[in-house]
């Protein structure tokens, strides 16, 4: 045995029996205020182009938006159309004219519940974790997410015009047309950071569905979309009065077919753009916090 102990390893000499040492990568991500506006653009585009691929290999994902235009055109058409279109004093076709401009108001509030719940699921299946460990814009995922529905709303929105003509719709003015579909999109895409706050805060898409469930229909039905508010007793009147769906609808209808514009435009514009700005900052905050 020699009397000299052994060296002690040195830094470039590890000893044969030390088990390798691994490191975890370094997920920190830089904040937003470190990327770059053109940073963000580009990964905003990336993460649309990822939303489209996803609908492409899942195209059941289309079918409320190709689907609810058909049902709610038909079944308040010809199930509404005749009673309601007596007392606008033209029957049926009375109450096409009336009640197509409503349904495209509608078309925004209905996707925009889909994107809560969908921003849920994707929470809940970990992809939305992976989205944040990487070195991108956190705006970058919500702006892709809304962008992608504003596309499946404009989707619908075709379909729902293809099934109104094919109901006996008259198409008078195609800008009044266009600048409603424009209008819609903004007030849906104002909607649509609402859903995403709520898809971030609740639990579970079950949770969102039944919150949005409870926000949708005392705004759908409490408005003039699908009916005159003339016959209404005062107080829910009072409240269709201040509904920003009601405000939509008579724009789209004055829009399309005539009618006064210029007061109801301003209200909804005034809805959106103060539902954007109080509630974007507060989704994309959620986002970047919940753990």
């Known amino acids: 045995m020699s009397a000299h102990p052994s060296p002690a390893p040195t830094l470039d000499e590890a000893p044969p029996t030390a088990p390798p040492t691994t490191f975890a990568p370094d997920t920190r991500v830089a904040p937003d205020a470190r990327i770059t506006p053109r940073a963000h653009l580009r990964h905003t585009s990336a993460l649309i182009r990822r939303n489209l691929l996803w609908i492409r290999q899942d195209p059941e994902s289309m079918f409320d938006a190709v689907l609810f235009p058909i049902v709610f055109t038909l ?105 409603s579909v424009g209008l819609s999109a903004v007030f849906g895409s104002a909607l649509m950071w609402v859903f995403i706050t709520l898809g971030v805060i609740m639990k579970s898409a079950q949770s969102v569905q039944a919150m949005g469930f409870l926000v949708l229909m005392p705004l759908q039905f409490g408005s003039s979309i699908f009916a005159p508010t003339d016959s209404m007793p005062g107080w829910l009147r009072a409240f269709t009065d201040y509904n920003p769906l009601s405000s939509l609808a008579d724009t789209a209808r004055g829009l399309m077919v005539g009618g006064p514009v210029t007061h109801d435009l301003w209200v909804t514009l005034g809805w959106s753009a103060g539902l954007t700005a109080v509630m974007a900052p507060i989704a994309i905050h959620k986002f970047r916090t919940k753990s």
């Open 75 to 179: 079944l308040f058409v010809y199930v509404f159309g005749g009673s309601i279109g007596q007392s606008l004093g033209g029957g049926q076709q009375a109450y096409v004219q009336y009640v197509i401009p409503g349904l495209m108001a509608m078309m925004g509030m209905n996707m925009a519940q889909g994107v809560g719940t969908g921003f849920n699921q994707d929470f809940n299946s970990g992809v939305m974790d992976r989205f944040r460990s990487l070195p991108i814009g956190r705006g970058s995922v919500l702006f892709a997410k809304i962008a992608v529905e504003l596309l499946r709303m404009l989707s619908a929105t075709a379909v729902l015009m293809v099934v109104a003509v094919l109901v006996g719709f008259d198409i008078t003015d195609w800008a009044g047309l266009l600048a």
